[in-house]
């Protein structure tokens, strides 16, 4: 006698007929490039795999950045588990995406997956795309997951992005050659941004942008409540989800003293009138791409004499690093002239802890008051291209298409006796988003207004 199943039978063919994604072709050149840099050599980059956040609840998907930039996979379809396969031929590779292909309703040994899965079955987790569908939408050969340890047997030399699917590291044995060069490759490939990359940022800066107007429209609301930060962390983490796919990274709402502390992400505390509030946060586009915008803004509507000296010193400082960025320039330059104006300006108020002479970027006065660089690489990660090797990157020079921050900054840590009393616990940051250009950069932020009379006008015009 057959055994009956209650969800056999009785389903409609839902297929649909996807069209190509605008960033695929950008893909597709990326992947050439791959193949060209390993000639001969198997490829493998994994998608990365789901993360427990509690018992059996996952945090929210997030491919790794790698994966992406190769597929020009989106946001809502990016599929855990994935892996991407060059296999090398005679003139260069071909390409497979092994993937979870749709959860079937009945039949197959993974009938039960629909509804009895509740990390992958679509009863639990929704619609995912057809293997015919994954591959119109990407311009990639699409497979099945269980299909990749048959893909990645014989003796093809093979590189693999390690450290993202244990699964896959421990198929594959590492190569002798080393894997850390796919790895380095991989990351500056992002370095220059085509014009796909840099509309995907344009847009991201667009809805960050946006997400601050919301967060100063609330700020009257958020002084009368005990965690006022994080009711501006809710506003602007509401536009993420409108505008995007979410957050690029944890919002840093962070009010009086607590502006002191770089990642500030507890954001439980409250945000006086008379407080400064230093909001770090950025857009991440439905494509992965992230804006990364700083404002730091006085509470109730007005800078107090000592808040803005300290506001019009970074602001003076980001405008020296502004005005170092250009084609041909070491990347450090930024950093460096927005550090000279922060070591004078602070020689200048007679700030030089432990006895220090020095008014370089190195000296104590910028250790102090100042501990991290002044900007960084921006693009599918916040922090981007950071598997990138030391002499393209850090000791690098600038190229048009490069995209980052510049975001100098001064925190006066509350407990800090070299420091005036009225200095200690004001923290002040102001970041903004840069394409570098052929002729010098352009300021993808620049609708939010930088100078400390702009930022009160501004504020007045919200409130």
Same mark, same amino acid.
């Given at each position: ?27 597709? =050149? /990326? ?14 980059? %994994?998608?990365?795999?789901? =993360? ?8 929210? #998907? ?39 292909? &749709? ?47 048959? $893909? ?29 060069? +796919? ?9 220059? =941004?085509?014009?796909? @990359?840099?509309? !995907? ?10 997400? #601050? ?13 005990? &965690?006022? @930060? ?35 992400? &507890? ?20 494509? #992965? ?7 730091? +803004? ?19 400082? !980001? ?14 330059? #930024? ?9 004078? *300006? +602070? ?5 030089? %802890? ?31 291209? $950071?598997?990138?090797? /030391? ?12 995209? +980052? ?21 004001? *923290? ?11 002729? *010098? ?23």
């Amino acid at each position: 006698m057959t055994e009956l199943n209650a969800f056999d039978g009785g389903w409609a063919d839902t297929g649909r007929s996807l069209p190509l994604l605008a960033g695929a072709a950008y893909a597709s =050149k /990326r992947r050439s490039a791959v193949s060209e840099r390993f000639p001969g050599e198997r490829v493998v980059v %994994p998608a990365g795999g789901l =993360k427990v956040r509690s018992n059996d609840f996952d945090h929210a #998907f997030r491919p790794h950045s790698a994966f992406v930039h190769l597929t020009a996979e989106l946001g809502t379809h990016a599929v855990p588990d994935s892996v991407l396969v060059l296999e090398p031929t005679g003139v260069g590779h071909t390409t497979t995406l092994f993937t979870r292909p &749709r959860s079937p309703r009945d039949g197959g040994p993974n009938g039960a997956e629909f509804h009895g899965d509740r990390r992958y079955g679509e009863f639990w987790t929704g619609r995912r795309r057809t293997l015919p569908e994954t591959s119109a939408a990407l311009g990639i050969e699409a497979a099945a997951r269980d299909g990749l340890e048959r $893909a990645l047997r014989g003796r093809v030399p093979t590189r693999v992005l390690r450290g993202v699917d244990a699964h896959v590291d421990a198929t594959v044995a590492p190569n002798p050659r080393g894997d850390s060069e +796919l790895d380095a490759f991989l990351a500056e490939l992002r370095l220059v =941004k085509d014009e796909w @990359e840099v509309a !995907q940022l344009c847009s991201a800066v667009d809805w960050t942008v946006a997400g #601050f107007r919301d967060a100063v429209g609330e700020l009257p609301q958020a002084t009368r409540l005990a &965690r006022g @930060e994080r009711w501006i962390e809710g506003t602007f983490n509401r536009r993420a989800r409108l505008g995007g796919h979410g957050l690029g990274f944890e919002t840093i709402a962070a009010a009086g003293a607590h502006a002191c502390v770089l990642h500030w992400t &507890r954001n439980h505390g409250p945000v006086r009138e008379g407080d400064l509030l230093l909001l770090d946060a950025g857009v991440e586009a439905d494509s #992965f791409y992230t804006g990364d915008v700083t404002r730091t +803004l006085p509470a109730g509507g007005r800078f107090t004499d000592v808040q803005r000296r300290v506001y019009d010193l970074v602001w003076a400082a !980001q405008a020296a690093g502004i005005a170092a960025l250009r084609p041909g320039a070491r990347y450090g330059d #930024f950093h460096e002239a927005a550090m000279r104006v922060v070591a004078e *300006g +602070l020689d200048a108020w007679g700030l030089r %802890p432990y006895g220090s002479t020095s008014t370089t970027a190195e000296s104590d006065l910028y250790r102090r008051y100042t501990l991290c660089g002044s900007g960084h690489m921006l693009g599918l990660d916040c922090h981007d291209c $950071a598997g990138a090797r /030391r002499e393209t990157y850090p000791d690098g020079v600038l190229e048009a298409g490069h995209v +980052l921050t510049v975001e100098p900054g001064l925190y006066f840590q509350p407990d800090d006796l070299t420091v005036p009393a009225e200095l200690r616990g004001i *923290g002040v940051r102001i970041e903004d988003d840069f394409l570098v250009t052929a002729d *010098g950069a352009l300021c993808l932020s620049s609708e939010l207004p930088r100078g400390a009379d702009e930022v009160e006008t501004w504020m007045a015009s919200l409130r």
